[in-house]
C-alpha cells in the first residue's frame, strides 16, 4: 500500500509506538527497525513499512541509519519527533484560539458596541 499521502491516523500511530519504544528502552541496548512498526497498532497490515520510515524521515520526525556498531538500520527520535504530540497539541490549540475562540469574542464585542451606539443614538 505505497501511496502518495499517509493519513495523519497513520503517522500518529507510528509515532506513538516510536515514542513510547524511545522512552521505555534504551536506545543503546535495544532498538527497533522498519519492520518493527508492524507490530503497531493503527498501521495497516498491508501498508509499505518502508515507505512510512521514508514519510517519517523526510517529515523530520525520525532518523533511519545505521549508527557505528550497529549491524543493522535503526530508527532513532530526532528532536522534533521528540515533542511530536507536544507541537502538535500546541498547533491544536492555537488552531482554536485564532479560528473559533477569538472571532465569537470579536462578534460578541460587536454586538455589545452596536447595542450601546444604537441605545445612545436613540435618546
Excluded at 509499505?48 to 535503526?74: S, W
Excluded at 530526532?78 to 484560539?97: D, I
Aim: charged share 20%; glycine share 4%.
Amino acid at each position: 500500500m505505497s501511496n502518495f499521502i499517509v493519513s495523519n491516523k497513520i503517522i500518529d500511530a507510528a509515532m506513538r509506538y516510536i515514542c513510547a519504544f524511545h522512552k521505555d528502552n534504551n536506545p543503546k541496548e535495544r532498538f527497533i527497525n522498519a519492520q518493527s512498526l508492524r507490530n503497531c497498532n493503527g498501521i495497516p497490515k498491508d501498508m509499505d513499512l518502508d515507505y512510512l520510515v521514508n514519510k517519517l524521515v523526510a517529515m523530520g520526525y525520525i532518523l533511519y541509519h545505521v549508527p557505528p556498531g550497529f549491524p543493522t538500520e535503526r530508527i532513532d527520535l530526532t528532536k522534533q519527533g521528540l515533542c511530536y504530540f507536544e507541537t502538535k497539541r500546541n498547533l491544536r490549540l492555537e488552531f482554536w484560539a485564532k479560528s473559533i475562540v477569538a472571532p465569537i469574542i470579536v462578534s460578541v464585542i460587536i454586538s455589545i458596541l452596536t447595542n450601546v451606539i444604537y441605545l445612545l443614538l436613540s435618546n
